[in-house]
């Protein structure tokens, strides 16, 4: 089945820097790649998605970037900001209605 | 906000207790999922549902069971609970484009 890893566990940076997390899949197959932030006490909220026939997508200060060769996307913070701090997760969906969650990376931004 | 509820929000039991958590959804939508979250693990899915009385198993189903009596709720039951099932447990429904919308949590610890 699928399998999603994701780099690094942890991430510090100083506000106003960028914060790039790293994820990579296994299945082929898998067409659909969300990113969710998680903010203390709360259910993960969907910030950006790209498909697989897309390279990249912007939304703002966040950008999300496909590479269906090497099987890695990632996900690019610019401009951070304390409110960006929180644990976010990459997914992968090797087919309809079933994401396969990362293992979540907990940024920090320090003002 | 997807209209989803979750309850109990907060729970502390004993090893060997049955115990019931409850997701509530208003969005009348066909799929309703159960996932655990645990430190290095991320989110991982115990149970599905694609309809009333209509489930499935996800990755980490062993020790849980499910029903859907109707379409707004599905049930997670641990019939004996363990220290092993300490976890916080997030409630799912589909978008439109395949993401994936969640509850606030239950957070639930056996002692």
């Known amino acids: 089945g699928e399998n999603v890893e994701q780099h690094p566990s942890t991430l510090s940076v100083q506000e106003g820097d960028s914060a790039v997390i790293k994820c990579t899949y296994s299945?082929?197959?898998?067409?659909?790649f969300p990113w969710y932030k998680q903010e203390l006490g709360k259910g993960p909220q969907l910030i950006i998605d790209?498909?697989?026939?897309?390279g990249e997508k912007k939304d703002q200060r966040i950008a999300v970037t496909l590479n269906k060769t090497a099987k890695h996307f990632s996900l690019h913070i610019t401009e951070t900001q304390p409110e960006d701090s929180a644990v976010y997760f990459c997914?992968?969906?090797?087919?309809?209605?079933?994401?396969?969650f990362g293992t979540g990376t907990r940024l920090q931004v320090f003002p | 906000d997807a209209g989803i509820t979750q309850s109990p929000r907060h729970k502390v039991t004993e090893t060997g207790t049955p115990v019931t958590l409850r997701c509530h959804q208003t969005?009348?939508?066909?799929?309703m999922y159960w996932y655990r979250q645990d430190p290095g693990h991320g989110l991982r899915l115990i149970h599905y549902?694609?309809?009333?009385?209509?489930?499935d198993k996800g990755e980490v189903s062993d020790g849980y069971s499910v029903s859907r009596s109707k379409t707004e709720d599905f049930l997670l039951t641990l019939e004996s609970a363990t220290s092993s099932q300490t976890s916080v447990y997030f409630c799912?429904?589909?978008?439109?484009?395949?993401?994936?919308?969640f509850g606030e949590g239950s957070r639930l610890t056996v002692l």
């Open positions: 997914a992968a969906s090797p087919y309809t209605d079933k994401l396969i």
């Open positions: 549902s694609y309809g009333v009385k209509d489930t």
């Open positions: 299945d082929s197959a898998s067409n659909y």
């Open positions: 969005e009348n939508h066909r799929y």
């Open positions: 799912a429904i589909p978008g439109n484009t395949g993401e994936l919308f």
């Open positions: 790209i498909r697989s026939n897309v």
